[in-house]
Nanobody, 113 residues
């Protein structure tokens, strides 16, 4: 049973990137999923939440209007579309099931020219 994040990498400021969070060994569609991010030495920061149906979403203040969370329950995957990326978005991004405080291993996003 695990969550696997993918899609991270190096992107220039202003560019887009899409992260994926795939469930393995369990049905991700039954759960609300949360994206968070963390920079070494700083507290983990909320990025986005999405409910099991995909109809209810909310975002951290620093990403509102730039990031969009979605899910494809047929694919057992949750996505994070990140647009207009800034250097301060550089972090390790994690997806998780907040109900069980269960998290993936994370994927590194680096925004730099």
């Amino acid at each position: 049973v695990k969550l696997v994040e993918s899609g991270g990498g190096l992107v220039q400021p202003g560019g887009p990137l899409r992260l994926s969070c795939a469930g393995s060994g369990f049905i991700i569609s039954a759960y609300a999923i949360r994206w968070t991010r963390q920079v070494p030495g700083k507290e983990r920061e909320l990025v986005a939440n999405i409910d099991p149906t995909g109809r209810r979403k909310d975002y951290g203040d620093s990403v509102k209007g730039r990031f969009t969370v979605s899910r494809d329950n047929r694919e057992n995957t949750v996505f994070l579309q990140m647009n207009s990326l800034k250097p301060e978005d550089t972090a390790v991004y994690y997806c998780g099931v907040p109900l069980y405080n269960y998290w993936g291993q994370g994927t590194q996003v680096t925004v730099s020219a």
